[in-house]
């Protein structure tokens, strides 16, 4: 099974820095990744799909690179809206699916 | 609108069964393959097991093989998910997920709860 690393586990910023987030998978999935936000208690929501590509209804200052092994997502401006649990998830190999550990970004 | 909604979840004993549900609509049910995606408490997501259109193919986790049957019925516009012999480890939310082409999980349920305990 491929795995998926995420760095950092946890981050602390302010509302309006730029923050960005990686996922390593063990071995290449080429641009078969994607990115979801989870907020508590809820459902996650998808921000990104492969790699890239940005979710109908997602805001632009999400966005998604890299391909093969090493992946980023960047939010551009953070807004207070945007503090949540991410995770990334790749669907290059399947089954099964695998998800990163997550990244929870709190409020500095 | 697009919808997931689950139901089914409660407390169950270990080596007892469970069978979730998952009514979908807004969308052409048929048309998708579905998934089941749980996450333990204050855990990360876990991928459970995914079954085609017309449930030709069928895939489960090692985690839950020979244990969780997933099925659906296009008539009815539902996915379901049956669990038996479980365990401890079993306890989480379930979710049903519906993929898109690229294979990320673009709708989502609200989630059921199933706890395994004695």
């Known amino acids: 099974d491929i795995q998926m690393t995420q760095s950092p586990s946890s981050v602390s910023a302010s509302v ?6 990686t996922c390593r998978a063990s071995q290449g999935i080429s641009s078969w990744l994607a990115w979801y936000q989870q907020k508590p208690g809820k459902a996650p929501k998808l921000l990104i799909y492969a790699a890239s590509s940005l979710q ?23 807004q207070p809206e945007d503090f949540a649990t991410y995770y990334c998830q790749q669907a290059n190999s399947f089954p099964p699916y695998t998800f990163g550990q997550g990244t929870k970004l709190e409020i500095k | 609108e697009v919808q997931l909604v689950e139901s089914g979840g409660g407390l169950v004993k270990p080596g007892g069964s469970l069978r979730l549900s998952c009514a979908a609509s807004g969308f052409t049910f048929s048309s ?24 030709s193919y069928i895939y489960y986790a090692d985690s839950v093989k020979g244990r969780f049957t997933i099925s ?20 989480a939310v379930y979710y049903c997920a519906r993929p898109t082409g690229a294979d990320a999980f673009d ?11 004695s």
Request: charged residues 15%; aromatic residues 8%; positive net charge.
């Open chain 2, 72 to 91: 659906r019925d296009n008539a009815k516009n539902s996915l379901y998910l049956q669990m038996n012999s479980l365990r401890a480890e079993d306890t």
């Open chain 2, 32 to 55: 998708y393959s579905m998934n089941w995606v749980r996450q333990a408490p204050g855990k990360g997501l876990e991928w459970v097991s995914s079954i085609s259109s017309s449930s």
């Open chain 1, 56 to 78: 109908s209804g997602v805001p632009s200052r999400f966005s998604g690179s890299g391909s093969g092994t090493d992946f980023t997502l960047t939010i551009s401006s953070l």
């Open chain 1, 16 to 21: 309006g820095d730029r923050v960005t987030i």
């Open chain 2, 107 to 117: 709708i989502w349920g609200q989630g059921t709860m199933v706890t395994v305990s």
